[in-house]
């Protein structure tokens, strides 16, 4: 059973340009959660979306950032117009279920620098 | 003063010795999680607590609800455990977010 996956693994953008970030949640997973990580920063959530519906979306900027999660497919982070400052890992992470008790697995991170 | 914080930020060990990591938070909480992350910045989920204490080889995680406060222990320490050590809490209230410590850069010297 593959873990979550992530791609791409590092990712290079000129201010202005978009950024796609793909999460593939494990299989049989229909949670997933995007986290932030900004440089000597801490780990802060986003977005938590289940198939096809954003559920939380407290912790993403208003603007420039969205997030889906299609009934066939990966979960897309997408960031338009990039600037500098949105320089971070980007991790997502899967759960089967939502609840206390389930633990959420993490993907290898994708490493965005704007330029 | 954020939700979470970990204590020490670095913590520099020889190897073999017993190693402590806390963590304490300021909200009530369904969950609490210790995550991994290596230099090469994967991370991996090592306990999820709600109550007492768990133990995975070396690694043994408590909580203590009603101080708000959890450790996490690495007995005879190596240098592959290096690595910096992160708490994450679920608060209550039917959150599905994590709010996430700073972290603590653990590293082990041979």
């Known amino acids: 059973n593959a873990g979550v996956m992530q791609n791409p693994r590092h990712l290079v953008r000129r201010r202005g340009q978009e950024a796609r970030l793909r999460c593939s949640p494990m299989k049989g997973h229909s949670h997933v959660y995007w986290y932030r990580q900004l440089p000597e920063e801490g780990l802060k959530f986003m977005v938590y979306l289940q198939k096809e519906n954003i559920i939380d979306e407290s912790g993403m900027p208003k603007e420039r950032f969205s997030a889906e999660f299609p009934k066939e497919g990966p979960s897309i982070l997408r960031i338009q117009q990039v600037v500098r400052g949105d320089s971070a890992a980007y991790f997502c992470?899967?759960?089967?279920?939502?609840?206390?008790?389930?633990?959420?697995?993490f993907g290898p991170g994708t490493r965005l620098t704007v330029l | 003063k954020n939700e979470v914080e970990q204590s020490p930020q670095n913590l520099t060990a020889q190897e073999g010795e017993f190693i402590t990591i806390n963590c304490s938070y300021s909200?009530?909480?369904?969950?609490l999680h210790w995550l991994q992350q290596h230099p090469g910045g994967g991370i991996v989920s090592l306990f999820m607590?709600?109550?007492g204490k768990k133990k995975h080889g070396r690694l043994i995680a408590t909580i203590n609800i009603q101080e708000k406060h959890s450790s996490l222990h690495i007995t005879a320490s190596h240098p592959r455990d290096s690595a910096v050590y992160i708490c994450a809490v679920r608060p209550q209230g039917g959150s599905e977010k994590l709010v996430f410590g700073k972290g603590t850069k653990l590293t082990v010297n041979p």
């Open positions: 909200v009530g909480i369904s969950a």
């Open positions: 607590l709600s109550s």
């Open positions: 992470a899967s759960s089967p279920q939502k609840g206390a008790l389930n633990e959420q697995f």
